[in-house]
């Protein structure tokens, strides 16, 4: 039996004890919201890397002319580099995928933003989970995993979906709301 809940504007329904939220999204009404998404995913993991790597080869090339000046101590800080960036790409995730922008520096060049199944915004702890969940599916059960997105409606990866996040193109979210409000 499915009543409206309280305190959510009968957005949600209440069922066995829990709000349950329809998914903010739907692929069969609004399919401009998923066009070109896969494709537009793997040029902006392309600019991420390249946002990440820029950094951590600074960090090595300073270290490196440190090692020479130093007579070769400097050279024990590289055992630094790899914790340092996965440190730095943890933060990197968090931040921009939690950030105002729900996207990384990549997906904002392609026009695109990460939001909960539900439609909320993305937050630093999600971001970063998003991150981790993403290199262990991709380490563990190899990059032939990424196809699981030409197999569903919403074009979400393996990731997406145990996390319950979504990526979708931002002008049409956009253009889609202001289309649809009354003032």
Request: aromatic content about 10%; charged content about 10%.
């Amino acid at each position: 039996m499915a009543d409206s809940g309280s305190g959510n504007g009968g957005n949600a329904t209440w069922r066995g004890g829990a709000d349950v939220r329809p998914h903010a999204f739907d692929p069969h009404a609004q399919p401009e919201l998923f066009r070109g998404v896969l494709m537009r995913r793997c040029v902006a993991f392309l600019i991420d890397l390249l946002v990440l790597s820029v950094p951590v080869i600074l960090a090595v090339l300073f270290i490196a002319v440190f090692g020479v000046v130093t007579l070769g101590l400097g050279w024990a800080l590289f055992w630094l580099v790899s914790p340092a960036s996965v440190i730095w790409a943890l933060i990197y995730y968090g931040a921009t995928l939690g950030g105002p922008h729900s996207g990384t520096v990549g997906m904002g060049a392609m026009d695109l933003e990460m939001r909960t199944w539900y439609g909320a915004p993305s937050y630093f702890v999600l971001g970063a989970t998003h991150a981790v969940v993403f290199w262990i599916s991709i380490s563990v059960l190899s990059p032939l995993v990424l196809l699981v997105g030409l197999f569903n409606a919403r074009k979400r990866l393996l990731h997406d979906i145990l996390l319950g996040t979504v990526v979708i193109n931002r002008s049409v979210r956009t253009s889609i709301a202001s289309a649809g409000s009354t003032w």
